[in-house]
């Protein structure tokens, strides 16, 4: 995987997509959550882990720990 912030959510590959959006949210600074200019980079950076995780899912790669 290259994506260092899906890393960094260390979510095994089975995790379920929820659990992946649950993970990303608890990612951000909160204040990042709370400004309403930022929710299209926010929207953006959901859409990413998601796309790293379904791409995890897809090369069965085992879980980080």
Not at 10 to 16: D, F, H, Q, V
Not at 27 to 32: E, F, K, M, Q, R
Request: net charge positive; proline share 6%.
């Amino acid at each position: 995987m290259t994506d260092t912030a899906y890393q960094r959510l260390g979510l095994p590959a089975t995790a379920s997509p929820y659990t992946v959006l649950r993970a990303a949210v608890r990612a951000l600074h909160p204040d990042t959550r709370a400004v309403r200019g930022f929710r299209t980079a926010r929207k953006r950076f959901y859409q990413q882990m998601l796309c790293a995780h379904a791409a995890r899912q897809a090369a069965g790669d085992q879980p980080n720990g």
